[in-house]
């Protein structure tokens, strides 16, 4: 009869020594209470950070420039949203890794269209408003190729903008009702009523909050405010909170390969790096049936200090 | 009805099943290995304390709802709780994992143990970052439209939309912990079954 030879990273020996006293319920009762105690110190001693959302109404106030010109964005297109693609509009393909296209072959599977969406819709909505209907009518009526010269004129006048006493102040010519429509949707936000348009547009009872934060995340209020907290990509980005306070640190390597390069500037960075995590999160999971990683914990012998007082013990019978 | 057709009954092989793997004396031991006398042990049944507190905590936080703890002395307190028991959760948990590398705890028959336990961690990081987005919060703003593009990448946000503070939440406070909770029980129930894995044994020629 053979015998199977015994393969040290696989098989465990037989345990031939001794045994000690152990109450279980004992040991569980006193580590809660440990566990607890120690939550209650920390909470105490540090509390938790609680900075409040920024609303729309916040930030147009606050920036109003900035709020115009991401408005302006939207309507032609080019803001990060307006240019996303998969979820949310055909606008781009989306990032690849080699040959996967993952984004793209899901497809649009949360429309947002920009200029329907986050400008004329709500400002649709707006009552007693004659001469701002007139200039949605002209919108409305108008081809692509005007609505485009009309924005590129708005847009190339834009580093001129200002607002005074909250009407905006544009030297652009010939830019049809574009200045009437973001001069009416920087009013609507500055009244807070864009916000309330923008998550009650799909229903009375709404908790998807995609289009309010897509439009916020569109401007550089929010990227502003994000990196004084220390919470940009480049700043170890989203594992990082608000304050002093740990954050997300398990997301440490995750975020790491957003400080190195290439990824620090390539165009695929998240593509890549969700691919870079999900083979080394493969490998964990499937450690006890990769030869040569599986061996590491017999070679590195950290396992002798672990179990440092079996081995005295041992070693000495 | 005869013997044998009460043998044959789903619930008697079940339970003889149940009876055979983890006789009472496993499931509720009063004796362990001398081998187990290690600081690193701690670490496991910590990280079991750490997430009866976080649940704990959690569910007093979901009696008043997602915005409450904003206004309220006695909320923002308990969600100072929640955070901190999941920062000890996490520091006791990664412990844990890098303690059952050091030993191979895959060894003898194991090796679902440790995969249990490696997809409870995945689980959990996904419980810790639907909480970050459903704070409700500057931190959820910014955590979320920053996720949202290494999610998408994937096409994973079509269906797991960090945007949407109602899909997070349901994920933050049923789906997630329902998972860790099951899975941490199975991990336990494993390790029950098959014990402590025992030290290496440069010697050793037969194994468990």
Same mark, same amino acid.
């Given at each position: 009869m053979?015998?199977?030879?015994?393969?040290?990273?696989?098989?465990?020996?037989?345990?031939?020594?001794?045994?000690?006293?152990?109450?279980?319920?004992?040991?569980?009762?006193?580590?809660?209470?440990?566990?607890?105690?120690?939550?209650?110190?920390?909470?105490?001693?540090?509390?938790?950070?609680?900075?409040?959302?920024?609303?729309?109404?916040?930030?147009?106030?606050?920036?109003?420039?900035?709020?115009?010109?991401t408005a302006a964005s939207?309507?032609?297109?080019?803001?990060?949203?307006?240019?996303?693609?998969?979820?949310?509009?055909?606008?781009?393909?989306?990032?690849?890794?080699?040959?996967?296209?993952?984004?793209?072959?899901?497809?649009?599977?949360?429309?947002?269209?920009?200029?329907?969406?986050?400008?004329?819709?709500? !400002?649709?909505?707006?009552?007693?408003?004659?001469? #701002? &209907? =007139?200039? %949605?009518? /002209?919108? *409305?009526?108008?081809?692509?190729?005007?609505?485009?010269?009309?924005?590129?004129?708005?847009?190339?006048?834009?580093?001129?903008?200002t607002f005074s006493a909250g009407n905006l102040?544009?030297?652009?010519?010939?830019?049809?009702?574009?200045?009437?429509?973001?001069?009416? !949707?920087?009013?609507?936000?500055?009244?807070?009523? #864009? &916000? =309330?348009? %923008?998550? /009650?547009? *799909?229903?009375?009872?709404?908790?998807?909050?995609?289009?309010?934060?897509?439009?916020?995340?569109?401007?550089?209020?929010?990227?502003?405010?994000?990196?004084?907290?220390?919470?940009?990509?480049?700043?170890?980005?989203?594992?990082?909170e608000t304050g002093s306070y740990p954050g997300q640190a398990w997301l440490w390597l995750y975020s790491f390969w957003y400080q190195i390069p290439p990824f620090n500037t390539s165009a695929n960075?998240?593509?890549?790096?969700?691919?870079?995590?999900?083979?080394?999160?493969?490998?964990?999971?499937?450690?006890?049936?990769?030869?040569?990683?599986?061996?590491?914990?017999?070679?590195?012998?950290?396992?002798?200090?672990?179990w440092r007082e079996h081995y005295q013990n041992t070693e000495k019978v | 009805m005869s013997t044998s057709e009460i043998d044959r009954q789903w619930t008697t092989r079940l339970r003889k099943r149940v009876e055979g793997k983890l006789p009472p004396e496993k499931m509720l031991p009063d004796t362990q290995p001398t081998y187990v006398a290690s600081w690193i042990y701690v670490f496991g049944v910590a990280t079991l304390s750490s997430l009866i507190v976080v649940i704990g905590t959690g569910c007093i936080l979901a009696l008043r709802g997602p915005y409450w703890w904003h206004g309220s002395a006695y909320g923002h307190f308990v969600n100072s709780l929640h955070l901190w028991s999941v920062e000890l959760f996490f520091f006791t948990m990664v412990v844990h994992l890098w303690g059952k590398f050091f030993m191979a705890a895959w060894r003898g028959g194991r090796s679902l143990t440790w995969m249990t336990g490696c997809v409870t961690f995945f689980a959990s990081i996904g419980a810790g970052f639907t909480g970050y987005v459903s704070q409700t919060n500057f931190d959820s703003q910014w955590i979320s439209t920053?996720?949202?593009?290494?999610?998408?990448?994937?096409?994973?946000?079509?269906?797991?939309?960090?945007?949407?503070?109602?899909?997070?939440?349901?994920?933050?406070?049923?789906?997630l912990p329902l998972a860790a909770v099951v899975l941490t029980g199975l991990h336990v129930l494993m390790v029950r079954v098959k014990g402590v894995v025992p030290p290496f044994d440069k010697d050793a020629e037969v194994g468990e």
């Open positions: 053979s015998t199977k030879a015994f393969r040290p990273d696989v098989d465990a020996p037989k345990y031939k020594g001794g045994y000690s006293p152990y109450d279980i319920l004992k040991e569980g009762t006193i580590a809660i209470c440990v566990v607890l105690a120690l939550t209650l110190v920390l909470a105490i001693l540090f509390g938790s950070p609680d900075e409040h959302a920024i609303t729309i109404k916040t930030w147009s106030n606050a920036a109003p420039i900035d709020f115009a010109t939207e309507l032609d297109g080019s803001s990060v949203t307006g240019s996303y693609g998969a979820p949310y509009n055909t606008a781009s393909s989306g990032q690849q890794m080699g040959p996967l296209q993952i984004e793209k072959w899901v497809g649009v599977r949360i429309p947002i269209n920009t200029v329907n969406d986050f400008v004329v819709d709500p !400002l649709k909505s707006l009552p007693n408003e004659p001469t #701002l &209907d =007139q200039n %949605l009518a /002209t919108w *409305s009526a108008a081809s692509a190729a005007t609505r485009s010269a009309w924005l590129k004129n708005f847009t190339n006048a834009e580093p001129k903008m102040v544009t030297t652009a010519s010939a830019a049809g009702p574009v200045p009437v429509m973001i001069e009416s !949707l920087t009013k609507m936000a500055q009244s807070g009523a #864009l &916000d =309330q348009a %923008l998550v /009650t547009g *799909s229903g009375f009872y709404t908790t998807d909050f995609t289009k309010p934060l897509l439009f916020i995340s569109d401007g550089a209020y929010l990227s502003d405010l994000a990196s004084k907290q220390h919470l940009t990509g480049d700043q170890w980005g989203m594992m990082n960075a998240d593509i890549l790096i969700l691919g870079i995590m999900a083979v080394l999160s493969l490998g964990l999971l499937f450690l006890p049936f990769i030869p040569g990683l599986r061996s590491v914990p017999r070679k590195t012998k950290v396992y002798r200090l672990i | 920053q996720a949202k593009d290494g999610i998408n990448s994937g096409g994973v946000g079509a269906y797991f939309n960090p945007l949407n503070l109602g899909q997070m939440l349901m994920w933050h406070i049923v789906l």
